[in-house]
């Protein structure tokens, strides 16, 4: 089965820095990979997937980005953070691509931007 | 309009009696499927049961249960013999099959939070 590594737990940044999360999965190959944001009290929303290596998908314009360098590693980046940046973030991988594809997440990152 | 409504913002339940979670969706696209995540405390969000559109037999997952009722669009969580630790949030989601997206998206509700009393 599968594991979502996810780092760090926690995070906390000025305005104004640089961010880097790094998601790594292990026991599958070729999977869809996803990157969640969750604010406090409310549900999940989709920032970004992958179905592939270099192959990234933005749904929510921002100031974050993605990148898939290899496999199974997925990589949420930002040049300046802002305030609205804080959050939960959730690293989700799918993989068993289909409608049914049930997705298996990263215990997350809270990031706090201060 | 949400995709995913959870009208149910906390709910109490006793320990070892049964406790349903509602959940209605919006869809027209004929062919969809509909989840049921917890999130503890701790934050990681754990896949519990798994419904699709053309299902016809509602799924069951030990002690959980989807309700599927196609027709008014809602797909209820059931706990059967609720235990303390089923306290979490709990989400539904919905996927469509025909969603413009290269990747199957999830689309989430904004979650219960279930407190189950010992």
């Known amino acids: 089965s599968q594991t979502i590594h996810q780092w760090p737990a926690t995070l906390v940044q000025p305005v104004g820095s640089p961010l880097s999360l790094e998601c790594t999965v292990e026991?599958?190959?070729?999977?869809?990979l996803y990157w969640y944001r969750q604010a406090a009290g409310r549900g999940l929303q989709l920032l970004f997937y992958s179905v592939g290596i270099g192959q990234i998908s933005s749904e929510v314009p921002q100031n974050l980005s993605a990148s898939r360098p290899q496999d199974r590693q997925f990589i949420l980046s930002s040049k300046k953070l802002l305030l609205s940046d804080s959050g939960f973030y959730l690293c989700?991988?799918?993989?068993?691509?289909?409608?049914?594809?049930?997705?298996?997440f990263g215990s997350g990152t809270q990031l706090s931007v201060l | 309009a949400q995709k995913i409504t959870q009208t149910q913002p906390g709910m109490f339940v006793q320990e070892k009696e049964a406790v349903t979670l509602d959940c209605t969706y919006d869809?027209?696209?004929?062919?969809?499927?509909l989840f049921w995540y917890k999130q503890p405390s701790s934050g990681e969000m754990i896949f519990l049961i798994y419904q699709g559109s053309y299902d016809q037999q509602n799924a069951t997952e030990g002690r959980y249960s989807l309700n599927f009722q196609k027709a008014r669009k809602s797909a209820n969580l059931v706990i059967s013999a609720s235990q303390l630790g089923d306290s979490a949030m709990y989400f539904c989601a919905m996927r469509e099959a025909y969603s413009g997206a290269g990747s199957y998206q999830l689309t989430f509700g904004k979650g219960t939070k279930l407190s189950v009393i010992p």
């Open positions: 026991g599958t190959s070729n999977p869809n």
């Open positions: 989700a991988c799918a993989p068993d691509r289909g409608l049914g594809e049930k997705l298996f």
């Open positions: 869809t027209s696209d004929p062919s969809y499927g």
